[in-house]
């Protein structure tokens, strides 16, 4: 017997793209504008069905500025503001939007975003024993066959 996938959606468009300016305009969203221009960028090429154009050098030298040149051996500008932009996301996460339908990370490894929608789960189940809401995650990210 064939096992077959399930292929879980992403969000439309138009959701992404709200989300994206709900954590640029928080206050406790904390990215220098290169880390905001890397961000937008992958999203935009992503959402564009280019993710296979979302390389270290692509990034280095459309988002960063850097010439035909480029080496990320020698230049890791890629990696650290990628790095310091996934803490970003996260800490935003935990504060301002620790409630947010939209969840849009960077996962290590990769610099293509995925994007989760995050549902609450049935009322009776949603208090833990600390009294603080728990959303269910819904992995909506597309898989890769």
Do not use: W
Not at 90 to 97: H, K, P, S
Request: charge should be positive; hydrophobic fraction near 35%; charged fraction near 25%.
């Amino acid at each position: 017997m064939k096992k077959i996938k399930s292929l879980k959606l992403s969000p439309p468009s138009h959701e992404i793209y709200s989300q994206l300016d709900h954590i640029l305009g928080s206050p406790d969203f904390h990215a220098s504008p290169n880390q905001i221009a890397f961000l937008k960028f992958v999203i935009d090429q992503t959402l564009s069905g280019k993710t296979c154009e979302i390389k270290g050098y692509t990034v280095a030298t459309r988002v960063f500025g850097r010439g035909p040149e480029f080496d990320q051996r020698v230049d890791p500008i890629v990696s650290l503001q990628a790095s310091r932009l996934r803490v970003a996301l996260e800490q935003y996460y935990l504060t301002a939007g620790k409630y947010d339908s939209i969840r849009i990370d960077i996962p290590k490894g990769t610099y293509v975003p995925t994007f989760d929608r995050i549902r609450d789960i049935k009322p009776e189940r949603r208090f833990q024993n600390d009294g603080v809401v728990k959303p269910e995650k819904i992995s909506t990210s597309p898989i890769l066959l």
